[in-house]
């Protein structure tokens, strides 16, 4: 599976768009794009995925660029509630079958 | 539906006791796996499997062991606990490799 790098954290204010920036420049074709997060110090949740279409659910938006080398998780008008850690995950059909996450990005939002 | 059910919620063990964490799901999911998070870390593959009779080892499978006898159950045994094995422990269930995962609560497991 393809290495991600997310930035450490990132601030929004309350009722903003919160959008969070993954890179996973050796992506490969038939890899997909996961986003989860975690907060505080529950399970982590799934929030959406993608492959190379742009990707939208109640919950956020996934835009991956047209080389699929980075994508962005959009959260379209933020809440305190989504103060957590968000995590891009890369996989596909070769490779462990079981999510590997990175460190993520931690974000807090603002009142 | 419950989804995935992790007991205990809480453990305290003494090092060199072994003790096994419990993983449900009714999900009817192929895939589980465990997961271990140390404070302010993310989150450690340790063991998984993708169907009853097939595990794997993850990324930190030391200390610990796995079966899978069926498909709903998925239980973690640690064989002899050290504190290093303070942690937060999460099992995750899914359909297959690409569909959404499911996580429980967790095990908050500290050895003294």
């Known amino acids: 599976d393809a290495k991600t790098t997310q930035p450490p954290s990132m601030d929004c204010a309350e009722g903003r768009a919160a959008n969070l920036p993954c890179n996973h420049s050796?992506?490969?074709?038939?890899?997909?794009v996961y986003w989860y997060r975690q907060i505080h110090s529950q399970g982590p949740q799934y929030i959406i995925h993608?492959?190379?279409n742009n990707e939208t659910n109640e919950m956020a938006s996934l835009i991956i660029t047209e080389d699929r080398k980075s994508s962005t998780l959009i959260l379209p008008h933020a809440t305190l509630r989504d103060t957590a850690v968000y995590y891009c995950?890369?996989?596909?059909?070769?490779?462990?079958?079981?999510?590997?996450f990175g460190s993520g990005t931690r974000l807090q939002v603002q009142p | 539906n419950a989804g995935v059910t992790q007991t205990p919620k809480f453990q305290v063990l003494k090092t060199g006791q072994s003790m096994t964490l419990q993983c449900a799901q009714d999900?009817?999911?192929?895939?589980m796996s465990w997961y271990r998070q140390d404070p302010g870390m993310g989150l450690r593959l340790i063991h998984y499997?993708?169907?009853?009779?097939?595990?794997d080892q993850g990324e930190v499978p030391n200390g610990y062991n796995v079966s899978r006898s069926t498909t709903e159950d998925f239980p973690l045994r640690l064989l002899s606990a050290a504190p290093s094995q303070t942690s937060v422990y999460f099992c995750?269930?899914?359909?297959?490799?690409?569909?959404?995962?499911?996580f429980g609560q967790g095990t908050r497991l500290t050895v003294v």
């Open positions: 995750a269930s899914s359909y297959d490799i690409y569909t959404e995962a499911f």
């Open positions: 050796t992506i490969s074709g038939n890899e997909y």
């Open positions: 993608g492959l190379k």
């Open positions: 995950i890369v996989r596909g059909p070769t490779g462990r079958r079981a999510l590997t």
């Open positions: 999900m009817n999911h192929e895939y």
């Open positions: 499997s993708v169907g009853a009779g097939i595990t």
